[in-house]
């Protein structure tokens, strides 16, 4: 069984920074894209950052030059640093990733249960 385990939100003022991991465990044999959604009260979930295995990134408008998101493959984790955080940052940030848990098996995408970021103005 693969689970994704998110660590690092919470509460922050305005300008600050907080920095997400979600490390991948149990039966993981390989793992593709990596990435982090936010979902802020009455919204849809909607793509923060994302990082192939390849090192590629790509990110939402509204973060570029704030966040930066990186993979440490070696143990199985993606990170999320947030710098200069805004009160619109504040919402529940799940991790995201494909993840294959034997070679006989295709990936298939994984989610995280959430942790909750809040930035205080």
């Known amino acids: 069984q693969v689970q994704l385990v998110e660590s690092g939100g919470g509460l922050v003022q305005a300008g600050g920074s907080l920095r997400l991991s979600c490390a991948a465990s149990?039966?993981?044999?390989?793992?593709?894209?990596m990435g982090w959604y936010c979902q802020a009260p009455g919204k849809q979930r909607e793509l923060v950052a994302r990082?192939?295995?390849?090192?590629?990134?790509n990110y939402a408008d509204s973060v570029k030059a704030r966040f930066t998101i990186s993979r440490d493959n070696a143990k199985n984790t993606v990170y999320l640093q947030m710098n200069s955080m805004k009160p619109e940052d504040t919402a529940v940030y799940y991790c995201?990733?494909?993840?294959?848990?034997?070679?006989?098996?295709?990936?298939?995408?994984?989610w995280g249960q959430g942790t909750q970021v809040t930035v205080s103005s």
């Open positions: 990082i192939t295995s390849g090192g590629t990134t």
């Open positions: 149990g039966r993981v044999f390989s793992i593709g894209a």
């Open positions: 995201n990733a494909d993840i294959s848990p034997s070679s006989l098996t295709r990936q298939r995408n994984y």
